[in-house]
């Protein structure tokens, strides 16, 4: 076919329109979705998870960027496989929130005592679940960037002070689900399961009557003036374990060497990160909660001796499930401890 001139520029033309799209749609793809279900203004998201963000667009020099969404993509306990499915190319959440047994090793993080500040015991358990225990075997799918734990969990409530097991009783007290759901029922506890964000409403119209929280969550979700009384372990009561996980598929595509630059800024880098944001949170929320008037206690020793008891319990079964997969639980958890500076 002979091309006339009109032709040859409009095969010119279309030319430069694809080349247009393709350089559009690479531009793109190395623009990652990070959904985020927390509260926008939430000092994990404010001071965790979007300098992340942003350190990864500046360790890749511009060619990965991470938007933050300013809503999320779906419910928070499907967050996990949100990423794994490619609805999120990034997202973050509770193993707890997902309630099959896939992550049993994680569990490693959710017991009590295990450590008094969130930047310590964030690393401990990133060295461990990461390390001994193969965290990323358990986390299918996708690429994990990110493990990590909240300060130490208290016990919240507006009905009585809690010094002893059978102050317990009878009480609705929302978990999170994992470890500490066990713990609170056999403590005596009716236990209900629900996301941060309900939590609000359910306390405020006297669904529940208190709550398994860290402090700065009564300040994040604006609780103080709904509950009166807060009992504390040495250690925390409990805790929660968090992931931060890419889309396997999302992960294969960017470069060796950006890779090589977002992994030195995740994995402990990241853990420390986040601790220092909730610890931060932590200490200001003790203040608000004071001038709230919520009275906070330590367990009398005849109460931890129950806890001790009741939580040895759940241990003991964690460690002889997970060695049938050839992991030592109970080196593992002492090891945790150890870097947590926590006694046992």
Do not use: C
């Not at 299918?140 to 097991?165: C, I, Q, S, T």
């Not at 994995?267 to 932590?282: L, S, Y």
């Amino acid at each position: 076919m002979r091309l006339t001139s009109t032709t040859l520029g409009k095969v010119i033309a279309g030319a430069v329109v694809g080349a247009s799209l393709l350089t559009s749609s690479a531009a793109f793809a190395d623009t990652l979705a990070l959904s985020s279900w927390l509260p926008p203004r939430h000092p994990i998201v404010v001071n965790a998870i979007k300098p992340w963000a942003q350190e990864v667009s500046d360790v890749t020099e511009g060619r990965v960027k991470v938007r933050v969404l300013s809503k999320p993509l779906g419910a928070p306990p499907a967050h996990y496989d949100m990423a794994a499915d490619g609805i999120a190319d990034i997202t973050y959440g509770l193993h707890s929130f997902t309630k099959d047994d896939r992550f049993e090793r994680s569990r490693i993080g959710q017991f009590s005592f295990l450590g008094d500040d969130a930047v310590s015991g964030s690393t401990a358990f990133w060295n461990v679940y990461s390390g001994a225990l193969d965290a990323q075997a358990e986390h299918e799918d996708v690429k994990l960037l990110g493990l990590f734990v909240h300060g130490p969990g208290v016990l919240h409530n507006n009905v009585r002070p809690v010094a002893a097991a059978s102050d317990l009783e009878g009480l609705k007290i929302r978990v999170p689900g994992g470890y500490i759901a066990d713990l609170m029922s056999d403590l005596g506890a009716e236990t209900l399961f629900m996301s941060s964000g309900e939590v609000f409403e359910k306390l405020s119209r006297g669904v529940i009557d208190g709550v398994t929280f860290t402090y700065e969550a009564l300040t994040a979700f604006k609780l103080t003036d709904d509950l009166k009384y807060t009992m504390r372990v040495p250690g925390g009561l409990y805790n929660t374990t968090w992931f931060l996980v890419m889309n396997e598929g999302a992960w294969d595509g960017i470069s060796e060497a950006d890779r090589t630059a977002i992994e030195a800024i995740s994995g402990a880098t990241f853990a420390e990160r986040v601790g220092a944001a909730w610890n931060a949170a932590d200490e200001a929320a003790l203040v608000a909660i004071n001038e709230a008037g919520i009275e906070i206690t330590d367990a009398p020793a005849t109460l931890l001796e129950t806890i001790k008891s009741k939580a040895a319990v759940h241990e003991n079964t964690w460690v002889q499930a997970i060695s049938e997969d050839g992991f030592d639980g109970a080196a593992a958890l002492k090891d945790l401890r150890a870097q947590t500076g926590v006694e046992y």
